[in-house]
């Protein structure tokens, strides 16, 4: 059994080699019993599970296959794809986790979540989290046309962007003590979101960072596990697509 966690894939219509690059991801991993753990921004946007498009279609169908080898999909919400739901998972057997999680390998315990809970620095962002995720606003939102939702999100994304060009990258990164409390219950903390990728020593713990898909390549986790009294063999290794 393989453990594969990718995240900020940022997948859309605009970069069909990163689409590419994530249909050859699960056609090589889909002999090799795979459980895919997705740790957000699996899209550059969700706007709701109601959303139909050529492109999408394609990697459905791509899941359907991988699911049908024997293999099973996990996703936990990111900033960008936080509306996808359980309904769109559905079509390929996927589950939708909690937005922060835990996974025991072995002898081995993970937390696993995208990671912008952990930038406690940024306050701008994280109200605007609390308010965006709120799930009356959610619920409203959903119900809105499906053109309304793609002005929005566009203008969400515009936003974003300015604002991280005034932020530094210490705001933007994690804090160091939201990492040690995440830490305190589990042996190695994997997320994503702030696409700097590396293996951090914490204490005697760890913590993984997942790097985002760029225009040739992205670093991905694979975890498989060995026997009952030794840890799970880990490796964060360089996706070429």
């Known amino acids: 059994m393989?453990?594969?966690f990718i995240a900020d894939?940022?997948?859309s219509p605009d970069h069909p080699r990163l689409v590419r690059g994530f249909l050859d991801?699960?056609?090589?991993?889909k002999t090799q019993q795979t459980q895919l753990y997705i740790l957000?921004?699996?899209?550059?946007?969700w706007i709701g599970d109601d959303y139909s498009a050529p492109w999408l279609d394609e990697i459905v169908q791509a899941l359907q296959s991988f699911h049908a080898s024997g293999n099973q999909v996990y996703f936990v919400v990111g900033n960008r794809d936080f509306a996808l739901g359980q309904k769109f998972l559905n079509q390929?057997?996927?589950t939708l986790l909690k937005e922060i999680s835990t996974l025991q390998i072995g002898n081995t315990r993970y937390r696993i979540e995208h990671g912008d809970l952990l930038c406690t620095d940024d306050?701008?962002?994280q109200r605007f989290r609390k308010v965006i995720r709120n799930p009356l606003i959610l619920g409203l939102l959903k119900k809105t046309p499906?053109?309304?939702r793609q002005k929005l999100a566009h203008g969400f994304r515009k936003k974003s962007q300015q604002a991280n060009q005034i932020k530094s990258y210490e705001v933007m990164d994690v804090n160091q003590q939201a990492v040690e409390n995440a830490l305190a219950h589990v042996d190695v903390l994997i997320h994503g979101h702030t696409h700097r990728p590396a293996i951090h020593q914490v204490a005697h713990k760890q913590r993984i960072v997942l790097g985002d898909w760029r225009a040739h390549e992205a670093q991905i986790l694979e975890i498989s596990p060995q026997n009952h009294t030794s840890p799970p063999s880990l490796k964060?290794?360089?996706w070429s697509y």
């Open 236 to 238: 964060l290794s360089t």
């Open 9 to 11: 894939l940022h997948l």
């Open 146 to 148: 499906l053109s309304f």
């Open 40 to 45: 957000g921004d699996w899209f550059n946007a």
């Open 25 to 29: 991801l699960l056609e090589h991993y």
């Open 2 to 4: 393989t453990y594969l």
């Open 92 to 94: 390929f057997h996927g």
């Open 123 to 125: 306050l701008s962002y």
